[in-house]
């Protein structure tokens, strides 16, 4: 694509052109800066629930949803990228403390 502001060809990627820095297709980029902070809130709410039926999806689940809001917070960091971290942290934690205890608990029995 090409940049609206001096006209230099740039990455359609790119969330700013490198030649005068003007900000492209700010709906599109906030979108794409937001995606994995988003990914990472979805991925740990569902962690949590999940967890709960489901241990080892759950913690699976709460990893990926950490990476991803980890690598959010290093590009762009926002409240989503936080929230994210923390509801991935939290669904990984929980889900851990669950799987462990379901496990000393049937060993018991
Ligand atoms: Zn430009």
Same mark, same amino acid.
């Given at each position: 694509m090409?940049?609206?502001?001096?006209?230099? /060809?740039?990455?359609? /990627?790119?969330?700013?052109?490198?030649?005068c820095? /003007?900000? $492209?297709?700010?709906?599109?980029?906030?979108?794409?800066?937001?995606? $994995?902070?988003?990914?990472? $809130?979805?991925?740990?709410?569902?962690?949590?629930?999940?967890?709960?039926?489901?241990?080892?999806?759950?913690?699976?689940?709460?990893?990926?949803?950490?990476?991803?809001?980890?690598?959010?917070?290093?590009?762009?960091?926002?409240?989503?990228?936080?929230?994210?971290?923390?509801?991935?942290?939290?669904?990984?934690?929980?889900?851990?403390?669950?799987?462990?205890?379901?496990?000393?608990?049937?060993f018991?029995?």
């Open positions: 090409f940049c609206q502001k001096c006209g230099a /060809e740039i990455d359609n /990627e790119a969330v700013i052109c490198v030649k820095g /003007e900000g $492209l297709n700010k709906d599109i980029g906030l979108d794409k800066k937001n995606g $994995l902070g988003i990914a990472g $809130l979805v991925l740990g709410i569902l962690s949590i629930v999940i967890g709960w039926l489901i241990g080892i999806i759950g913690i699976a689940m709460g990893i990926v949803g950490i990476a991803c809001s980890v690598k959010q917070r290093k590009l762009f960091p926002n409240s989503i990228a936080n929230a994210g971290l923390i509801t991935s942290i939290i669904g990984t934690a929980t889900t851990t403390i669950i799987l462990i205890a379901g496990l000393l608990v049937s018991l029995i």
